[in-house]
């Protein structure tokens, strides 16, 4: 009789990828405390006395009168810092396929169908309560979306270390999350299209991709690229839409005689610009909900802000964990014995934290400064607030078992730079 061999879930994978993973999320980190800060500054400014002040700001026009450029600096910050972020997000969602979790159909099952689910759930939710309460449905996707800065920003603030496995696993579901998210951006939220500007944008992604192929050319690469993302600025499709499909061309693995890939070095250059500067420059933008003299009331009692509260809360930690767990028992796999399902609950929660590409959509479901939209920024900051707190508690409650799995896979005793957890293989490295 043959034994069926125990297939184990959330294990520790290879020491490469977990020192990238390890390094990738420590920028997100970073860029996670600046979105919070200009957050923040945006909230206080915007319900300050001078508040008419940032309301201008943010409305100031710049740029040429040509070619649809000449833009508020709200719409500079989500129609073009947002496409820098996206093509990360891209050139991510490359790599995972390439060389992450994603490679393995057997490992990719579980964050693919976690943040699948996570996606579905919060739309069901927030459709339902806005049929309940007579809302707006057409903002069904604002919940679906998590903001993997703003979750490790609040995961330096509670001080815990998690596991290098739920790390990978958080990276991933946000990398799946994101593409689902511009997929709906692209579907569900482009109103009309040009095809010959949409024509003009193929064509620049043939150029970039050739010029990848042959060459390399740097400036070629940024002038076929900045084609690109005019073309689809141009062609009703959102504009980040480019940064995905430019970052899905770069390549990520060593051609002969390269020392790191392009796309690593592309990677080193572009991120701390973005984590810096194009994240928290939107977040100023959009974040600022002026709730002073009654607008705090109007919003509370407006179906689309609870349903927001509702889809990021309940609809995330619901769908991330009962996606989760429905796939470790269609499978017939198992938690790794060094985890709990309470890891699990607190990452679902933790996926609640939405804001960035929630903000996105909000401003195009309702529209850049309308009543629906102020509203939606109120739902998500409360909603993102709420189950960072509710994270928080869960994951601090393991926090010394996270530190003694910290310990173990940072320990070094032959001082070879590898962790002997990973050098001595052990079941998870088999798996």
Known sequence: MTIRPITRVF????????????????????????L????????????????????????????PDIL????????????????????????????????????????????????????????ALYAAWQLYGGGALKGWAIPTATDIAFALAVLAVIGTHLPSALRSFLLTLAVVDDLIAI?????FYTSSISLIWLVVAIVGLVAFALTIRHGRNSLLLIAFGLITWLAVLNSGVHATVAGVALGLLIPVTNRPGEQTALGERIDRRVRPFSAAICVPAFAFCSAGVTVVGGGLGDALSDPVTVGVVIGLVLGKAIGVFGGTA???????????????WSDVFGLSLLAGVGFTVSLLIGELAFGDGSIEDEHVKLGILAGSLIAAVLASVVLRSRNATYGRIHELESRDADGDGVPDCYADGGPQAAD
């Open 11 to 34: 294990t520790r994978g290879d020491w490469p990828e977990a020192r990238r993973v390890a390094g990738l999320l420590r920028q997100e980190t970073v860029g996670g405390a600046l």
């Open 36 to 63: 919070l800060i200009a957050a923040l500054a945006a909230l206080v400014w915007a319900n300050s006395p001078w508040r008419g002040g940032y309301h201008d700001l943010v409305a100031f026009h710049i740029g």
């Open 68 to 123: 649809h450029l000449q833009l508020s600096l709200a719409h500079w910050t989500s129609d073009g810092l947002l496409a820098i972020f996206f093509f990360l997000a891209g050139l991510e969602l490359k790599h995972e396929f390439t060389h992450g979790a994603l490679r393995d159909p057997g490992k990719a099952a579980v964050p693919i169908v976690a943040a699948c689910c996570g996606v579905a759930v919060p739309a």
């Open 183 to 187: 997929t709906i951006i692209a579907f």
């Open 326 to 340: 429905l796939t470790v028992r269609l499978t017939r796999a198992e938690l790794d014995d060094e985890l709990a």
